[in-house]
């Protein structure tokens, strides 16, 4: 494999009009009245697709993301047939597979049923590596500038006026817990403005885990941990409850209007299509539940009482809320799993449209089950996200992956982060608070692992960011015990990192969060060089969108403006 630089003409055809990850392949036959079907990987259950009818030579533009199977029948016009069809056993001319490469060019001999692979495909990955080497060369003489006995690094600071900081008062700040918030959102941007163009870093399909689901959970899921220390704040000061209930009221209304403004950027200001659902919308509605939970049934030791922690007191302390949240991820598996969407099985959690497809029944509405149906219902289609990720591939209807249903499991998702925040209240020592995560950590995994049988389409409950399913909360939560575990290693405890540059970005979140949004398209933060239609083109745009992010984050930081909700 070479850099991303393919020779232009290959045998008559024009690389130069090949997109990211797209490759020729040329097929060619002497027979005739022959069709061509096709079935991605990525399209799970799905039936084989008619590509076209095959007669001599035709050249088509392939996907690389997932391999493709391909199939040659005989006399057969159908535009979709089942993979266990009795059509395939008497009219199978020819079956192959291939994993696509890049600017690769492919010929398909349907004669003698053989593919190979003419022109070798550019290395994709190649610009990840370079890029890396490049951040981490900056991250070394960043370093070395600090060990510089003068000082330049602290001068310059002074001179900027970024100097000169009041220190901290009272107890000490956990530095990794915000340095936790700011690698998700430091993720967040960089796949939002592209990653790159790497399939892998961007949402999955339907099912499945990949780098950009992680970033939501993990939100949520630190934002929960911070909870416990408001409703010990208003413990010891004795605030009144219907004024914290007012106060949780102001910021759960202040996320969600400010969700909804964010949801018409880009000019979509008809009112008859205004989407309601949105991440800061499900942000607040968390919020809300999970920190009114922890207040009214907070039994934290009021001031100048005294108690021993024992194993389990993290746990029992807080068992009413522990059987409210149980309570609520209940009814939801309830409803989830007894009650069917009109014209849909029961218990249908699929993406709907080709998946599952069969001549004489047919998934087309059933996109996400009643989960689907909920939201349209409460919603309608005009209001909810019109172009979910599973369009594409299974051609499904409109679903709102940040509907109203799927938030009953959001909330459980923000109280596993309030049991780790809770343990920070309760256990002063390092050992029991890591201990204690990282045993949530595996218990998390490994009950996420039975339900989703450790596969991407498998098991009884199907890892699913977009139905945010039981075993996508449990699985996204145990890497987030166990990366908060690293995080307060060699942060609060071994004191090896002091968190930068994440941290900074950790103390402005949501300036952050609302700022790229606003920017998303425009300069200084995005530009285009060309047709940027390699990775190694697209891949250093979003680092520098996202650098840029952090950087604004850093003189922030310096000149204590921190913005909250």
């Known amino acids: ?17 090949l997109g990211t990850d797209e490759a020729y392949l040329n097929i060619s036959s002497s027979q005739a009245d022959l069709s061509l079907y096709s079935l991605s990987e990525n399209c799970d ?20 993301h997932h391999k493709i199977h391909y199939l040659v029948l005989k006399n057969e016009a159908a535009s979709l047939i089942r993979t266990d069809s009795p ?10 597979s291939v994993q696509f490469g890049e600017f690769g060019v492919y010929d398909f001999h349907v004669d003698t049923c053989s593919l190979e692979n003419v ?8 610009a990840i590596l370079v890029c890396f080497l490049v951040y981490a060369a900056l991250a070394l003489i960043c370093f070395g500038l600090k060990k510089i006995p003068s000082k330049p690094v602290h001068q310059l600071e002074r001179w900027l006026g970024w100097r000169g900081e009041a220190k901290e008062g009272g107890k000490q700040r956990l530095r990794s817990l915000d340095t936790f918030r700011g690698i998700a959102l430091a993720i967040m941007i960089f796949v939002n403005d592209g990653g790159g163009h790497y399939w892998f870093l961007e949402h999955a399909t339907w099912n499945g885990l990949y780098v950009a689901d992680l970033v939501f959970p993990w939100f949520l899921w630190i934002m929960g941990v911070c909870i416990p220390m408001s409703v010990k704040s208003n413990n010891r000061k004795e605030v009144p409850m219907k004024t914290v209930v007012w106060q949780i009221t102001k910021r759960s209304v ?6 909804f403004v964010l949801n018409t950027l880009g000019g979509w200001i008809m009112l008859d299509r205004l989407r309601v659902p949105g ?20 039994r934290m030791n009021r001031p100048g009482q005294e108690r021993k922690t024992g194993l389990f ?5 807080i068992y009413p809320q522990w059987l409210v949240l149980l309570t609520i991820l209940l009814i939801h598996q309830l409803i989830v799993w007894l009650v069917p969407a009109p014209g849909c099985p029961q218990g249908y959690r699929g993406p709907g449209g080709l998946h599952d497809w069969s001549p004489d029944r047919n998934n087309s509405g059933c996109i996400g089950g009643i989960t689907g149906y909920i939201d349209k219902a409460f919603f309608t ?5 019109g172009n979910p990720t599973a369009r594409g591939v299974y051609s499904a209807s409109e679903f709102d992956p940040e509907g109203i249903f799927g938030t009953l499991t959001t909330i459980f998702q923000v109280w596993l982060g309030y049991q780790a925040g809770y343990t920070l209240q309760v256990y002063s020592d390092d050992k029991n608070r890591i201990g204690r995560w990282m045993i949530w950590s595996a218990l998390t995994g490994v009950i996420g692992a039975i339900l989703c049988g450790g596969s991407q389409n498998g098991g009884v409950v199907p890892l699913n960011k977009n139905l945010w399913s039981l075993s996508f909360v449990m699985v996204t939560s145990c890497f987030a015990f166990a990366l908060l575990s690293f995080l307060y290693v060699i942060i609060d405890m071994k004191k090896w990192w002091k968190g930068q540059p994440f941290f900074y970005a950790g103390m402005n979140s949501i300036l952050l969060y609302c700022g790229h949004s606003v920017g998303y398209n425009l300069f200084p933060w995005h530009f285009k060089i060309g047709e940027m239609r390699t990775h190694a083109a697209s891949l250093p745009e979003a680092l520098w969108g996202t650098t840029l992010w952090i950087y604004i984050a850093f003189v922030l930081y310096k000149k204590k403006v921190f913005v909250t909700v």
């Open 87 to 96: 059509v395939l056993d008497s009219n199978t001319l020819c079956e192959k």
């Open 313 to 317: 007191t993290d746990i029992l302390d």
């Open 45 to 64: 259950k799905c039936p084989w697709q008619h590509l076209r009818n095959l007669s001599g030579s035709i050249v088509l533009k392939q996907n690389t």
């Open 279 to 298: 991440v800061l919308q499900r942000f607040g509605i968390s919020y809300f539940v999970v920190a009114i939970v922890g207040n009214v049934f907070s």
């Open 381 to 385: 289609s005009s209001h909810i996200y």
């Open 1 to 17: 494999m070479s850099w991303e630089s393919p020779p232009s003409i290959f045998r008559g055809l024009n690389l130069d009009e």
């Open 254 to 259: 202040k996320l969600f209007m400010l969700g």
């Open 119 to 126: 022109l070798e495909p550019v290395n994709a990955n190649l």
